[in-house]
Every structure is written in structure tokens, then in C-alpha cells.
């Protein structure tokens, strides 16, 4: 906890507040969404995914996906399942960061990030299993609803490296991310990083 | 709510956030594996009457769950209900065909479970989350599991982002207007105007971070491995009594529904 700057807490909570806001309309329409109309739920499930995303490119230090999912489910639980959005967005940091933890923290290209996406995307399609007895489904229904999700997984990461480049052009967080590494933020960041 | 010492017992806003939020989730874990009507059926019903009685919620939600559950479930039985593989159901009653579209009672039962358990599951989260503000989660998160109390806080400081953005949003929105960033009328151009405020908006919500939290170091925030709290968040017996009662209860359900099968 020592080498945790204040700066570092700080930055993720901009961006899980960023997040936060954006989430509270969608646990609002989530859940009637998922139960009337399925398929359009599917390609939204990819919002959770862009907060965490974006700060473990832009920030680049360990614990910055659970950080900043953390931050975004206490904001976001300005709707009816409370405090519940913390478990479910803290979910998704998890998943997120787990595959960081496996490389050690030295894999920062942006496969590592769609190859988690794709990894959390099939857990999440294998808890909606049990929970929607998907097995009952028509095989066509079924696999059109696991494209979307996937597809709206790897769209969120795309987005989020996305933003997180654009963000490290513009000089904000910069000499917070760890110098080390091969993904683009890096080259705009300092060396001088504690 | 976080007084301590308020009287209710029988007032579910007043037991600590951890029992209502994770206590539960074997409870979940359990409906979700089901597969029958009567579970979830009766286990919902339990549950909206602890919220109903327990729960301190107000008449218009209170209202609002009572119609939208029988509502949700109707919607989803059919959603689902068409969704089913006939193959599977095919021994059951044909209720209608439109076209290639067949609807078999059998494929309406796997419908009405689904409906049922997600009702009930959203019957659970409701209970602890119509109940429980997430800065009163992350209180107990620091007093009682030992989550490093600097991460706790800065959660919380991060609540106060929220009316920040909109004032940056205002000011990114006027300054976009005055340099004539994306201007013009329709659709198209309406949603390249907003993608414009994104990154804009991100970084001033990351510098004004930076800001907080150079005023938080020069405060000696995080100075000393212990620090006092201006709200504690109890866990007393009563809070042991509602875990134990939300897994009895939970296992007095499925008795209850295999009796009645």
C-alpha cells in the first residue's frame, strides 16, 4: 500500500467516476432489456468493460482494472440494485486484471487485452448459461447471441485502448504509467516514473 | 442508513452492508442452478415480502416492484418461451404457429422458470440494494474486511467527480461551440459533436484528479496505517441472526416448494 501514490488512486477514481456515470443509466435498462428483448441486451453488456480497460492502458500499473471498476460500481449505485453494482462491476476489473497478473505485468500489447475480453466475454456467456438455460435454446438464437456478446466485449476494448491513446497523446497521467512495456501510451510517457 | 444505535430491528437499513449484499449469494447461486417453477416462485415471494415488511422502502417502489415482477415474468415467459428449442419440447402441446414461429406449452414452462428465477434473483439484489448506498458498502468494506482504508476514500472522494462533470461538461461544450468544432444541424453531426467531448471531458476529470490529490498528500492523507471515521458501521448480533435467517430462509423455501411439487 506504500508504494501506491495518492496520484494513482486518484487518476483511477476520475476514471471509474467517468465510468460510474455512464453505468447508471444502463443498470436501469438492463435488466428490462435482458428480460423482453435478449438480443438487445447482448451487444450492451460491453460498457462494463471500457472503464477497466482504459485505465490498465493509460495508467499501466497493477490493480488499476479493480481500482477503477471499484470507484465506478460506488458511483453508479445511485440506482436500484445499490450497492450491488459494486460486486458487478468489480466482476469485470477481476476478470480483466487476471490476465495481467498471468504475464506478470509485463505483457501490455493490446492482444493481452482482447484476449481477456474474449476469455471474461465466454465466463460471462457461461454464467447467462445457467441462468437463462440457455442449453434449451435454438442453435441459431444461440450462436447470434454469443457473437454479440463477444463482439461487444472486444468492441469495448477496442474502444477503450482507444481512448486510453488518445488520452496519453494528451499528455494527461503522464510519468504514472510504468516505464516499461511496448503498447503506444508508453511512448509519450516519462521515464522519471516512481 | 448508518445511525448507529437506531432502534429498528426490524428495519433492514440498519444491519450492516456486507450481510445484505454478499449474504444472499448462496441463496442466488442456489436459485440459478434450479430448474423447476416452485423454487423461484416461492423464494420470490418470500423475498418481496421481507422487502415489503423489512425494507422501510417507499409506497411508490414498493408499488412499482409489485407490478413490474408479474409484468417482467409475463414478458420474459413469452421472450424466452420463443427462444426454446421446439425439438426439445415437441412431446408437449402445440399452442400456436404463425408462419415458421411454433409455441409449445412445454417451450412456455422453460419459459416461465427462466422468468421465475430472474425475478427472484432480482427480488434478492433488490433486497439489499433498495437498502444499501455503495458509500455505506465501502465503509464496511474498510471497518470490517480490512480493505485499505486510503482505496476506501477514495472511493468515496470520487462521488464528488459526478457534479464535476457536468460543470466541465458545460465549459468543454461552450468552448467547442466558440472554436466551431463539428458545427451544423441532423443526427450524424449531433453525434460527432458529443464523441468530441469524451476525451476532453476524461482528461479534465484526470487532471482535476491530480489536482485532489496533491491537496490530500500536502493534508498528510494516508499519513498513519489506522485513521478514525466520522460514520462507524456496526456489526453486531442482529447482523449474525439476518445471515443465518437469509440461508434458513432460503432453505425453508426449497423444503416449502418440494412439499408443495
Redo the contacts between chains.
Sequence with gaps: ?KS????Y??????????M??LLIPANFVS??L?????MAYAPMVGLWLIGPV?ALALIRRPGAAV?TT??A???????????????TCLMAGVALELAFVVTLYRVWRPWLYYAAAVVFGGLYVA?GW????MG????G?LVTFVALMIGSFVAATWLGLF?AQ??AK?G??RGLAAPRGSAEPAQVAHTDAR | MSTPGAAGVTDLRTYNPLVKVLGPIPVMVYVVLTRDVLTPAVVALVVFAAIALLGRVRPRVLAAIALGAPVLCLVMTFSFGMLTDPALVDDTTLLAAVGPVELWSGALETGLATALRTVALMLIVLLGGLTTTGADLVRAMTQQLRVPYRIGYAALAALRFVPRFGHELEVIRGAHRVRGVAPGRGPAVAVRRQAGYVVPLLAGGIRHAERVSLAMDARGFGAYPQRTDRLRIPFRVRDVVLLVSFWAGGAACVAVAATLA
Design positions: 500500500m501506491v501514490t495518492t496520484r488512486l486518484m487518476t483511477c477514481a476520475a476514471i471509474g467516476a467517468a460510474g456515470v435488466a428490462p435482458a428480460a423482453a428483448a435478449p482504459l481500482l471499484f470507484v460500481g460506488v458511483v453508479s449505485s445511485a440506482s436500484p440494485v445499490g450497492a450491488w453494482s459494486i460486486v454464467s445457467a441462468a437463462f438455460n434449451s435454446m435454438m442453435t438464437v481512448l488518445r488520452l494528451a494527461v497521467a
